[in-house]
C-alpha cells in the first residue's frame, strides 16, 4: 500500500512532529486519528510514522523503520521570476520532476513590480515546493533561494551550466546533456517572458554556460522550465 509522504517540522530521535497549518491539513483534511501510518520524511531519510497524538496544531508520531525516498536528481534551475501564478506551476512541476534547487533571479526584463516582490514571495514559493514534494513522494523539498541578479547566477556551481535560449538555433539541450550522463549537477537558466536580453545570453557565455534549445517554438517561461527539467532528468538521471 502507498502511503501519504510528510515533511517533519520538528524530529528529535524517534518522534517526529507536524505542527501550525501542516498539522491543520493532516487533522482537519486527512480526519488523523492515534495509530494511523504515513511516511514522514526527517532529512535525507524517510521512516514509517505512527500517530501518537492529534491536537489543532500538533500531530506528534513514533517513528520506525526506514522506507526508500525518492532519488533526487541534481538539476539547479535557474529561474527570471516571471508572473506569479505561472511561476508557482513552474516551482510545483520541477519539484515533482525532482530539481534539487531552485534559484530565481531578477533579469533586465523581469517587471518591475514582480521584481520588487519577489524577496517576499520566497515563504510562499517554499510552501508550494513542499507540497509539492510530498505529493510526489520525495524525501525533501528543493532548497528555494532568495532572488538573486543575474550577474550573482552566473557564478553558480555546477558540473555543466545550460542557458535556455529560444535564439539558440544549433544546438538542442538533449545534445549538450546526453554526453554528460554520468555527471552530477546540471544547472538550467530559464529566462522571463521577454526573454533574456543580448546582454545577458552574452553574459552567460563568457561564464561559460552553454546555450541551448528546446526546439524551434517558443516556449513560455514555465514550460520551457518544465521541459528542460524533463530532459535533463531522462538524460542524465534515468526518470
Ligand atoms: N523572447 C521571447 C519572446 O518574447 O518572444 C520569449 C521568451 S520565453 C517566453 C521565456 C524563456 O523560456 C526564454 O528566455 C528561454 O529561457 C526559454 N525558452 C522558451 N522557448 C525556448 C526554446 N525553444 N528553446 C530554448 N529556450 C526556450
Redesign the pocket.
Known amino acids: 500500500m502507498t502511503r501519504r509522504r510528510f515533511i517533519a517540522d520538528e524530529v528529535s530521535g524517534d518522534r517526529a512532529a507536524l505542527v501550525g497549518e501542516h498539522a491543520d491539513h493532516l487533522v482537519r483534511v486527512l480526519r488523523a486519528r492515534v495509530g494511523q501510518e504515513f511516511d514522514i520524511a526527517i532529512g535525507e531519510a524517510v521512516r514509517r510514522g505512527r500517530i501518537a497524538s492529534v491536537s489543532d496544531d500538533r500531530v506528534e508520531f513514533e517513528l520506525g523503520e526506514e522506507v526508500s525516498g525518492a532519488d533526487l536528481a541534481g538539476i539547479i534551475l535557474v529561474l527570471a521570476v516571471f508572473k506569479f501564478d505561472r511561476m508557482e506551476w513552474a516551482i510545483e512541476k520541477c519539484t515533482e520532476l525532482g530539481v534539487s534547487r531552485i534559484v530565481p533571479v531578477i533579469s533586465r526584463r523581469t517587471d518591475l513590480h514582480l521584481a520588487a516582490a519577489a524577496g517576499k514571495r520566497v515563504e510562499r514559493w517554499q510552501r508550494v515546493a513542499r507540497q509539492a514534494a510530498e505529493q510526489s513522494r520525495r524525501a525533501s523539498p528543493p532548497e528555494i533561494a532568495v532572488p538573486i541578479k543575474v550577474s550573482e547566477a552566473l557564478n553558480l556551481q555546477a558540473a555543466l551550466r545550460i542557458v535556455?535560449?529560444?535564439s539558440?538555433e544549433r544546438t538542442l539541450l538533449r545534445d549538450v546533456v546526453r554526453p554528460h550522463a554520468a555527471e552530477d549537477g546540471v544547472a538550467l537558466?530559464?529566462?522571463?517572458?521577454?526573454?533574456?536580453t543580448e546582454d545577458e545570453s552574452q553574459s552567460f557565455r563568457q561564464a561559460g554556460w552553454i546555450s541551448?534549445?528546446?526546439?524551434?517554438?517558443?516556449?513560455?517561461?514555465e514550460t520551457?522550465a518544465m521541459a528542460a527539467t524533463a530532459i535533463v532528468a531522462s538524460e542524465m538521471y534515468s526518470l
Open positions: 535556455l535560449a529560444e539558440e537558466a530559464v529566462g522571463p517572458e521577454g526573454g533574456w541551448a534549445s528546446l526546439g524551434n517554438t517558443i516556449l513560455r517561461a520551457a
